[in-house]
């Protein structure tokens, strides 16, 4: 209990750090939303005097000095109003994330989770059979993660969208040229899941490589631990010994790195979703940043946080479950 | 991305003579009723804008989806934006000054009604003025209201605090009226901020359903002028890139786009011999220089920057053709013909030369090595090439030209308070060539640098000729005396070179002729063609017609 609580009390100060730097962040980049919102409606027409001070009020940016600025920043995030986004104004921020953040979780959260238990398990097996031809495959993989995302992506859809075989769609979420209504049916869920396919694949191979290298390193040093070498001396069979002896230990660092990327499951992706047009969180992020829009980067930032303080919450209080050493204070 | 990114809105109606005969539909507003269906097709459009939709059809939002402003609501008249002084009935039947330029009298149509089945009438065009006479957040076009009053069922007479002449184009052209007994319950502050995600317009499309991923709009069964719109259904779909919009549009999945294709020959023209582009020069691209401080602030460094630039080289390498060169009084044509001072009919830049410049430079006592740094935003990836060709032309000359790239938001704050040396940005979009001309030279709306600037004349030129010629075009509806007034000011701008003229921005939109007709081209400048401009989106939408 004391552990849980030791716990809870860090992640709330890590909280009101993180919460406190995305205020001040977003102040230092140069211009403001004001200026940008003028700047679009001036594009239509000629905006009358007097527009900068009603908009201010309108987008609800905050009054007076900047330690007022921040108590008021805090009062909204503590009630969880979100604001008007500017650069979508007058749409909430919260619709905005809402309308991205599943798109990305889904696909983002599968795609990571599958290149974790692929890699994770591939490494184990060719720790396991180290020296074999398995084995000889862990370079390739490691070739294909450091290839430059981008150009990875784009050579998929090259390949299987637009010019070589064109058996799957380039580019949004689903097909935007048939007639489906977005929500929990067949047919949507059908085309949804094809448009899937490629930027998952893109994530996976181009993720795995790290998963697969990580495990298998530590799974050849736990293999040669006493404990495994006991465990081979009682005549266990060897998938026992690989999964329940040698490959529960070696998952340790790896489930530390899984909760890291599972909190930035949340970011999205940025490059894959610039490549394939797919609607998720990271690309709203971007939109944000470069039209100075306060609200919404602060909404995207606060869902990031604590989506990644999250994860490591569950996953440190995991930790102590799997592993009965790292509960122990000192 | 290119400059598309959230682009400008702006725009007017057109009909050469060309298109008289498929507008004549139009004109002939006050018989037929509905118009008989008949419509079939859908019609794939991108805006070339980056980034998802969002649910957001209320006009007063800057940020208001494109299609709300011409497809779903609609202005009185259409004023072409690609062809200066072409206006058409749209809501309204025809119009009259009186008291000086004080008052319009507008009648309007007699057989529209919104898609909810009520009558459009008078009081909507009344609620809508008064509207916007009363709350500055939604008198989005700065009009001088005193006042709109009802003349009968169809009757409106808006009067003005002062001669509206050159108001024309926003009060009756881009001011889209709103059904009265929807909107009157709401205060103004919701109503700025309301999303408006059912509208109900007069239009010719109806929103039938919405993703952040694509839109689609139906055909207006009840629509009021005959035959129109052609289309059934038009379909909105969003990209994140260029990169992944310009492969639907290679591909044929888009019929109507507004994307930058870099190679547009090889990578879009050659591959089907109906796609076509449509490029109509509505802007100019201009070098926009700081004339109070640092080098720019000299004549002579601007002529001899003018004078080095190879503006056709430009053209053919950037823009693959398109975006030709303007002209030294950066009149836009043939969109502003009429206005052109006979003594400037053939003026042109003369053949860029480096030794020109230098001797420019020389004859001004002008030391060199010159150095300018000129500012673009970040990512419009073709002003980057104009740049890098620009700073190779100029370095012989004995400038030298740095590019910033700052991220649009800083730009725009650069620009508005004048805290630049040079800056790389266009101007236009508007069919009148005084609001265009009013944006670059009118001192009048232009702060001291330093203070925000949010209307227009970002380098802060200031000429009492200038301003004086543009208030007395304001200050008359009769065309001789504007048009030798705007010759003036075509002098003077190319004497003085307030700003450096470069190229007509391109506006490429491409047209798949396989799925689509009818679409404006140089030889029909029926509207502007592109996808962004509004409220032409609307008026081209309608006339859109599918290939057989």
């Known amino acids: 209990m004391r552990f849980i609580a030791r716990k809870l ?12 730097v995305n205020f001040l962040l977003p102040r230092f980049i140069p211009g403001n939303p004001v200026e940008v919102l003028i700047a679009r409606m001036q594009q239509s027409g000629p905006t009358p005097p007097g527009e900068a001070q009603a908009l201010a009020k309108l987008l609800g940016l905050g009054s007076g000095n900047i330690f007022q600025r921040y108590g008021q920043y805090v009062d909204s995030v503590a009630h969880l109003r979100l604001g008007l986004s500017v650069s979508d104004f007058p749409t909430p921020v919260s619709s905005e994330i809402a309308s991205s953040i599943f798109w990305t979780l889904i696909l983002v959260g599968v795609a990571t989770v599958i290149s974790f238990v692929l890699g994770v398990g591939l490494g184990a097996l060719a720790g396991w059979k180290r020296g074999t031809w398995l084995d000889a495959i862990v370079p390739s993989t490691t070739l294909l993660t450091a290839m430059p995302y981008f150009w990875f992506g784009l050579i998929l859809v090259y390949v299987f969208a637009t010019n070589v075989f064109h058996v799957l769609p380039a580019s949004n979420g689903y097909d935007t040229s048939a007639a489906l209504t977005v929500g929990f049916n067949g047919p949507f869920i059908a085309s949804a899941a094809e448009h899937a396919i490629l930027p998952a694949l893109s994530i996976i191979v181009t993720s795995i490589g790290g998963w697969l290298l990580g495990m298998r390193n530590m799974m050849v040093s736990t293999l040669s631990e006493d404990y495994v070498v006991a465990a081979e001396a009682k005549g266990l069979t060897s998938s026992r010994i690989m999964i329940g002896y040698a490959a529960r230990n070696a998952v340790l660092p790896s489930i530390s790195g899984f909760a890291i990327s599972l909190g ?9 979703e610039y490549v394939f047009s797919y609607p998720g969180l990271g690309f709203k992020l971007v939109t944000a940043v470069s039209n100075d829009d306060y609200p919404l980067m602060q909404g995207i930032f606060l869902v990031i946080t604590l989506a990644v303080l999250g994860a490591n919450l569950v996953v ?5 479950f799997i592993d009965p050493r790292t509960r122990i204070a000192r | 991305m290119t400059r598309h990114w959230r682009m400008r809105s702006i725009a007017m109606v057109a009909a050469a003579v060309a298109a008289a005969g498929l507008l004549a539909a139009c004109g002939s507003s006050s018989s037929t009723g509905s118009s008989s269906g008949g419509q079939s097709g859908v019609l794939t459009v991108t805006t070339g804008s980056a980034g998802t939709f969002e649910d957001n059809f209320n006009q007063f939002s800057p940020n208001a989806e494109d299609a709300a402003n011409g497809m779903i609501y609609e202005p009185l008249f259409f004023f072409d934006t690609a062809k200066s002084g072409v206006i058409q009935p749209w809501l309204g039947n025809s119009y009259a000054w009186s008291n000086g330029g004080r008052t319009v009298t507008v009648q309007l149509k007699q057989n529209v009604k919104w ?27 700065g009009l001088p209201l005193a006042g709109a009053s009802a003349d009968g069922t169809y009757g409106v007479k808006i009067n003005f605090t002062k001669p509206a002449y050159s108001y024309a184009y926003y009060a009756l052209g881009r001011v889209e009226i709103l059904p009265e007994h929807i909107w009157q319950s709401d205060s103004p502050d919701q109503i700025t901020t309301s999303l408006n995600e059912h509208p109900v317009g007069t239009g010719a499309y109806e929103l039938s359903s919405f993703s952040s991923q694509a839109m689609t709009f139906t055909a207006n069964p009840h629509y009021y002028m005959a035959g129109l719109p052609k289309f059934k259904t038009i379909r909105f779909v969003s990209y994140n890139s260029n990169t992944s919009s310009d ?13 930058f294709i870099p190679s547009i020959q090889k990578l879009y023209l050659s591959r089907n011999n109906k796609y076509a582009v449509s490029d109509i020069p509505l802007s100019t691209a201009f070098l926009v220089p700081n004339l109070h401080s640092g080098p720019t602030a000299n004549l002579a460094v601007r002529q001899a920057i003018s004078a080095a630039i190879d503006r056709s080289y430009i053209s053919k390498t950037v823009y693959s053709g398109y975006a030709s ?7 836009i044509l043939p969109n502003y013909a009429a206005q052109l001072a006979p003594s400037l009919a053939s003026a042109s830049f003369g053949t860029p030369s480096a030794s020109r410049a230098r001797s420019i430079l020389a004859s001004a006592h002008v030391k060199t090595p010159v150095s300018i740094t000129v500012d673009m935003v970040s990512g419009y990836t073709d002003y980057l090439s104009d740049l890098q060709i620009i700073q190779s032309e100029l370095k012989p000359a004995g400038i030298n030209l740095t590019i910033a790239q700052p991220a649009y938001a800083s730009f725009i704050s650069d620009q508005s308070t004048g805290d630049f040396q040079m800056l790389m940005d266009n101007f236009g979009y508007v069919p009148d060539p005084y609001d265009y001309y009013y944006v670059i030279l009118a001192s009048s709306i232009a702060p001291p640098i330093g203070q925000a600037d949010s209307v227009g004349d970002y380098n802060r030129f200031k000429n009492a000729t200038v301003d004086s010629l543009l208030s007395q075009i304001a200050a008359t509806n009769d065309t001789t005396a504007q048009n030798a007034d705007f010759a003036q000011i075509e002098q003077i701008f190319a004497q003085q070179l307030p700003e450096i003229p470069l190229f007509n921005q391109q506006d490429e939109i491409e047209f798949d002729g396989n799925v689509v007709t009818n679409y404006p081209t140089l030889s029909n400048p029926y509207a502007a063609s592109a996808v962004y401009i509004q409220p032409d989106i609307g008026w081209v939408a309608m006339h859109l017609t599918p290939a057989k």
Request: hydrophobic content about 50%; proline content about 4%.
């Open chain 1, 264 to 272: 930035f499951v949340v970011s999205g992706a940025i490059a894959m």
């Open chain 1, 316 to 320: 440190d209080l995991l930790h102590g």
């Open chain 2, 325 to 331: 060169p303007t002209n030294p009084e950066a009149l």
């Open chain 1, 9 to 20: 009390g860090f992640y709330l100060a890590a909280a009101w750090v993180a919460l406190t």
């Open chain 2, 247 to 259: 492969a639907a549009i290679e591909n044929g999945t888009i019929a109507w786009a507004g994307s």
């Open chain 2, 115 to 141: 898609t909810d089945g009520k009558p459009f009438t008078s009081a909507d065009v009344v609620y809508s003025f008064d509207l916007a006479q009363k709350n500055t957040a939604i008198n989005k076009f």
